[in-house]
């Protein structure tokens, strides 16, 4: 089974090494990742090729219309979703979905994460959607609105709609960087 990691960026040439280095640490090499650099005016792309992402260059400047590039390019079975300043906690994180992908027929696998300055949260239903891997079958049509800083919710509330077999896995695998300075979050919340 492949999967496809997706990560729309932007401008992120001095932080997204940390993303992607969690991704090639991965124990699990049967993956493709895939980098969406939109209205980038740094090196993001070429330090994305450097760590064999294949890089698609949009002008959008929304991450939701970026991440429905990397979907519909994505040639893997199940699609996970990262940002650019954040990363997996654990070498084995595509290791543990693979099994657990193996052993369940759900649609969704959900994994609990740890908030920047909160602490740790449960897979529960919360809107992101970085701590789940989507089986790409199930995903089906359904892509990301094109409202700045909310195209997650929408398009976790269409997914939820499609009720779907869901897989909680009680174990912080990602770190969510939340409002780090100079993101697409931050300078809407503080411009």
């Known amino acids: 089974m492949k999967f496809s990691v997706i990560i729309p960026a932007h401008n992120s040439s001095g932080f997204i090494r940390k993303a992607l280095e ?39 400047h929304r991450d939701g219309l970026a991440r429905n590039v990397g979907i519909d390019n994505a040639k893997g079975d199940w ?67 094109d409202v700045l800083n909310w195209s997650d919710v929408d398009f976790h509330k269409a997914m939820m709609a499609k009720e779907p077999r869901i897989f909680d896995w009680d174990m912080p695998m990602y770190y969510y960087n939340f409002m780090r300075e100079g993101s697409i979050s931050w300078r809407n919340l503080n411009s």
Request: hydrophobic letters at 40%; aromatic letters at 22%.
């Open 79 to 145: 699609l996970l979703f990262m940002d650019d300043d954040d990363w997996w906690i654990h070498e084995f994180v595509l290791d543990l979905l693979a099994g657990a992908i193996g052993k369940h027929q759900e649609d969704v696998f959900r994994f609990s994460f740890i908030w920047k300055g909160r602490g740790y949260y449960s897979p529960g239903d919360y809107f992101a959607v970085w701590n789940k891997c989507w089986r790409r079958e199930f995903v089906g049509d359904t892509r990301f609105s």
């Open 22 to 60: 969690s991704i090639r640490s991965q124990y699990y090499t049967d993956y493709e990742l895939i980098v969406v650099c939109d209205a980038c005016t740094d090196n993001t792309a070429e330090v994305a090729q450097y760590y064999d992402a294949r890089v698609y260059e949009v002008d959008f």
